[in-house]
């Protein structure tokens, strides 16, 4: 047997390496922040009883089951697409050796900056009469122009712009896997194909669900894309119902809700089943050979790329310059680049004030999660996830009739806090991954040395460990503040009288038909959003 000092040693590294309990208090503000977050869909399920909702009629009955049949079949449609497109560009910008890989890895990514509602608003603009797709063809004797409206154009552009959300997670797997599984298969006899659907897809199935699981509530909780387009779903219903027939919004609201949730959790059941493979990344990724077919792949590449990023900016340029060239008495034509300038601001304000309170109010659940490993706290940022998968229609809608029927805070109605609570509760899910990563860079070492010099506990957050996790708590900010900038059914619900943001301008010129103001806010709205999207996402491409 060993001697007692060192027994005492041994007993100390096992005490040290044991998980440490978290506090009590910080336990019980994760559980609050949970609570806070989960929220509107139990009042959604208390007011449904409180109403006395029939959900049963409502379920079966066929003006329910038709908008809901066509969302679940637009969300289908639109994750599979997404999930094709988004996984082959993701091979041919990382495992191919396409011409001009490193632009096509810093370009797949750029249709985020696009709303769906603004995607929809090119496309409406594009074929409509007098617009750009008619100056184009006209001259080559093609004077009828496909309709754009109904299922056929929600899909396009909903899977235009929501396919990076596949792409971005299948090209951050994809890189990361060693050479040497692709090249033991080949050394087996197998094709290239063979291998990518042997070896590389299985690697990267689990990447391509928790891609088109985003893509799939994206699609079915679109409110601005289907509703510009007349494609008729349960959003839109909800929508149209909400102050006229609360019973039918909130029993709407359920089904959506619950709908969104059914999903995550099966695709969460489906992902603990799945078998993974932990591998390490060696030396750069294995390069694949294109042969003749590296042309015809550049070919479809910017053909693809050019419908989602040239087409919409220059649809929108066009239009935006025919109004900003017109004459004044030209009705819905004319418009001025000073009347967004408040717009703008509002837009942005309203974003960065979300961010700062999003990161603030999820920072502890993150540092509970990171540095405890709590099962409280994982089961708290599950009820945050939840209010990210629930539509954004639905938390707006349940603020609006919880500020209406509380007597001590109807006066919160309309106001700009309300507009920023529904924001948070639907975003903060973003930023909670972000400071998780953030708090997970922070070496315990340091806090403790700080510690061991006299430092007390707020001295060490404040002057060690908030410093070294700026930098991923500015990334997390920047996606909820990119997020709140092109939200537009929250904004419409609650936003004060006379705050009109971006998203709301461009909303009401589609409503009056006024293409050219629409068409300048829409490329207002992609600026600002481009920006942000290149300081988050777009620079860290590079160290894929």
Not at 173 to 182: G, I
């Amino acid at each position: 047997m060993g001697s007692p000092a060192r027994l005492n040693s041994s007993v100390k590294v096992a005490l040290s390496s044991s998980p440490v309990r978290a506090p009590f208090g910080l336990t019980a503000v994760a559980v609050a922040i949970g609570l806070i977050f989960l929220g509107p869909f139990a009042y959604v399920v208390w007011r449904n009883v409180d109403l006395g909702t029939d959900l049963g009629s409502i379920l079966f009955d066929e003006d329910t089951l038709r908008p809901l049949s066509q969302s679940l079949r637009l969300g289908v449609a639109v994750a599979v697409s997404a999930a094709v497109i988004g996984t082959g560009l993701a091979w041919l910008t990382v495992r191919s050796d396409i011409p001009g890989r490193r632009v096509w890895r810093l370009l797949a990514p750029l249709p985020l900056v696009f709303p769906s509602f603004v995607g929809a608003t090119a496309l409406w603009a594009g074929f409509a009469s007098g617009g750009l797709m008619e100056e184009l063809l006209t001259p080559f004797g093609i004077e009828t122009l496909p309709d754009m409206r109904g299922f056929r154009g929600a899909w396009l552009v909903l899977t235009l712009f929501t396919y990076p959300y596949v792409y971005l997670p299948v090209a951050a797997r994809m890189a990361s896997l060693p050479p040497s599984l692709e090249e033991s298969a080949r050394l087996l006899g197998r094709s290239p194909l063979g291998v990518f659907r042997t070896v590389v897809l299985p690697q990267a199935s689990s990447a391509v669900w928790a891609g088109s699981l985003l893509v799939f509530l994206y699609a079915i909780s679109d409110f601005g894309a289907v509703t510009l387009l007349g494609y008729d779903t349960l959003t839109e219903q909800i929508f149209a119902d909400k102050l006229f027939d609360q019973p039918r919004a909130m029993g709407l609201s359920l089904v959506l809700g619950g709908v969104a949730l059914i999903v995550v959790i099966a695709e969460r059941s489906l992902d603990r089943r799945r078998r993974r493979v932990e591998v390490v990344r060696s030396r750069e990724s294995l390069v694949v050979p294109l042969g003749r077919w590296r042309w015809p792949a550049v070919a479809v590449v910017t053909g693809f790329l050019g419908n989602a990023l040239v087409g919409p900016v220059a649809v929108l340029g066009f239009w935006a310059w025919r109004g900003m060239t017109a004459d004044s008495a030209s009705v819905g034509l004319a418009t001025d680049m000073g009347d967004l300038v408040g717009p703008t601001l509002r837009s942005a304000g309203a974003g960065l004030i979300t961010a700062a309170i999003a990161i603030v109010v999820v920072l502890p659940l993150a540092w509970t999660i990171s540095r405890y490993r709590s099962r409280v706290a994982w089961a708290a940022n599950s009820m945050v996830v939840a209010g990210f998968a629930l539509p954004g229609v639905v938390i707006a809608l349940s603020l609006v009739f919880w500020a209406i029927d509380a007597p001590l805070i109807s006066r919160w109605y309309q106001t700009l806090p309300l507009l920023i609570i529904a924001y948070v509760l639907h975003f903060g899910a973003q930023a909670t991954r972000a400071a998780q990563v953030a708090v997970d860079a922070v070496p315990r070492r340091l806090g403790d040395a700080a510690a061991t010099l006299g430092a007390g506990r707020p001295r060490r957050f404040f002057s060690v460990e908030i410093p070294l996790m700026t930098q991923g708590l500015l990334a997390g900010a920047g996606l909820v503040m990119l997020s709140t900038m092109k939200e537009l059914p929250a904004t419409l619900l609650l936003a004060p009288i006379g705050f009109d943001t971006l998203a709301t301008e461009i909303w009401g010129a589609g409503d009056r038909g006024a293409l050219s103001q629409g068409a300048l806010a829409s490329l207002m709205l992609v600026a600002l959003s481009a920006v942000l999207t290149w300081a988050v996402v777009i620079r860290r491409i590079e160290h894929y």
